[in-house]
């Protein structure tokens, strides 16, 4: 047999010597290893946090100089933005028919909206009005999903609220007219234009103007029928009763269909009450309950009203100025100088009624406090109206009408002062002279008057006229003459004049052209301008800019600041 062929050099293989280890030995290898594994797991450790800070530091490296860029690139990101805006607004075409004609692109939306009126709804747990300005979307999915705004109430981008409080600015750069009620042209609202809207939100506080006309008429015929420098008139009495009867008629169902109003449409409530004009009609349902008692026949009521009348009629009134003169006197945005406007006297006028009330119930005392009240509230309107400060809004050029408010407050005062003191004295004529020199210099300007729409509320532009033909009979009784009765005759046929007219177009609006109260658009304005002359990209660019100057500036001076120390260091020790 030959052994050279199973040797094993020749058959290219190795042997491994194996031999039992011990278990001591076996025990100090597997340390060895567990050792050397916590090492190696220590080791990666330590290595990923090396790595983790260094990715750190590059972020924040990358950080601030993607921070420092130069205000040109700045600007043109700006610029592109704003141009990809301006190309979204272009395709969101307007139409009229609702907030911001999204009926082009969103045309099952909007149709999904009309008819719907609950934004202006009183608030419930179940139903949170949003604004009607759908969320911004990129160009891209403008023709795709429908907004999700379009939910209870077109859920805004801005977060805005129907509800919030509107700024009085915005009523002024929003709208126009003689009451500001008159949309401009590039002006959005919150609801449909082309539909009729429910009666309850087309009613307007500004209704209560026709009580303050009706229930001013009953008290000057009262006075004509009873005054001794009328008394060759022989002027029967079964006037101011029926005057009275229509004034109380019309004050009852003014006052439940409003109230109707505040039950069901709370928020548009809101809505008047924030507007600069309507703010002061508030005051007109409990003036006109004054006016009611104080011109009350002699059949109905022979001897003088409880004072307890007083107190209920004049505590809303008062609870209204102190909310409405704080908010003249501690300068907020909605200071004197920002609101003023000749409705204003409104406020100012239920001083006056209240002290003549007050004087004809018996309290003396708290007439006096209501007239210095209002007599130096007065003084203050007159002469805010009178000098336009550079600070205010300006005026709507169509707002001329309201200007025969400014006749109303000196006549009543100088009526409120008589029967206070019982005198026609000095100061009483003070305020009658103011109020007649005003009421004539309105009169040589009667075109003021004329080219506007009729308005509801142009019936509280009648009682100014009484209260100073009421005025004008108190001076012919303590200045008999034929120039003062005259004067006197010629004022009350002016004023019982317009009120017909008045009372006749009021008539004809309601039954035959149907056009008394038409959509009542000043209530649907949004609280901030939503336009493509809007400036919000100039503002961005600012912002901008103020924030890439922040950065470098902080930078350099942390540089100055180690720079500083560096320098401190070394000469200590060049010293030591």
Request: net charge positive.
């Amino acid at each position: 047999m030959d052994t050279r062929a199973t040797s094993p050099n020749s058959l290219g293989t190795h042997f491994v010597d194996i031999h039992e280890v011990p278990e001591e030995e076996e025990e100090e290898e597997e340390e060895e290893g567990t050792q050397a594994t916590k090492m190696a797991e220590k080791t990666e450790k330590r290595l990923t946090k090396l790595t983790k800070t260094r990715e750190a530091k590059r972020q924040q490296r990358s950080t601030t100089l993607s921070r420092q860029v130069s205000l040109e690139t700045g600007f043109s990101v700006l610029n592109k933005e704003s141009k990809a805006k301006d190309d979204q607004r272009k395709m969101l075409s307007r139409n009229g028919k609702s907030f911001g004609g999204f009926g082009s692109v969103h045309s099952g939306g909007v149709e999904g909206r009309r008819g719907d009126f609950s934004i202006f709804r009183t608030k419930s747990g179940l139903l949170k009005q949003n604004t009607l300005l759908p969320a911004k979307k990129e160009s891209g999915e403008l023709g795709g999903q429908r907004n999700d705004g379009f939910g209870l109430g077109f859920g805004g981008a801005e977060g805005e609220s129907v509800n919030t409080s509107v700024p009085a600015g915005r009523y002024f750069a929003a709208l126009s007219g003689p009451e500001l009620d008159q949309v401009k042209d590039y002006e959005d609202i919150l609801l449909p234009k082309d539909e009729t809207w429910p009666f309850l939100l087309r009613f307007p506080i500004g209704c209560f103007g026709i009580c303050l006309g009706l229930s001013s008429q009953a008290i000057l015929w009262r006075s004509l029928s009873t005054s001794p420098s009328t008394q060759f008139l022989h002027i029967p009495p079964h006037i101011n009763f029926s005057l009275w009867l229509l004034a109380l008629l019309v004050l009852l169902l003014v006052s439940t269909t409003y109230f109707l109003k505040c039950i069901f449409y709370f928020e548009a409530v809101k809505r008047e009450y924030f507007h600069p004009v309507r703010v002061n009609f508030f005051f007109a349902p409990w003036i006109v309950c004054m006016f009611l008692v104080i011109g009350v026949p002699p059949k109905i009521c022979p001897s003088a009203p409880h004072p307890a009348i007083w107190c209920v009629f004049m505590a809303p009134i008062f609870f209204l100025e102190l909310k409405i003169y704080g908010q003249w006197l501690s300068g907020g945005k909605r200071r004197l100088c920002k609101v003023a406007n000749p409705s204003s006297h409104l406020s100012v006028v239920g001083n006056f009624i209240g002290a003549i009330l007050a004087a004809k119930v018996g309290w003396v005392e708290p007439a006096k406090f209501l007239w210095a009240v209002g007599f130096a509230h007065y003084l203050v309107v007159f002469v805010t109206l009178y000098q336009r400060l550079p600070t205010s809004e300006a005026l709507p050029k169509e707002l001329h009408p309201v200007y025969s408010m400014f006749i109303a407050a000196p006549s009543a005062a100088s009526v409120a002062w008589e029967g206070i003191y019982g005198d026609f004295d000095g100061l009483s004529r003070t305020c009658y002279f103011i109020a007649l020199f005003l009421y004539v210099s309105l009169v040589v300007r009667i075109n003021f008057f004329w080219g506007f729409r009729f308005s509801v509320a142009w019936w509280s532009y009648t009682f100014p006229m009484t209260t100073a033909s009421l005025a004008t009979i108190k001076y012919a009784e303590h200045v008999p003459s034929d120039i003062t009765k005259g004067l006197a005759l010629i004022l009350s046929f002016m004023s019982s004049a317009m009120v017909c007219v008045l009372l006749v177009s009021t008539l004809l609006h309601a039954f035959v052209w149907h056009t008394l109260f038409p959509n009542d658009l000043a209530i649907a304005i949004t609280k901030r301008r939503h336009g493509k002359d809007q400036k919000k990209p100039i503002k961005r660019a600012y912002d901008l800019r103020r924030w890439t100057k922040t950065p470098l500036s902080l930078v350099s001076s942390l540089t100055k600041h180690s720079s500083g120390n560096k320098d401190s260091d070394e000469q200590k020790e060049a010293e030591n």
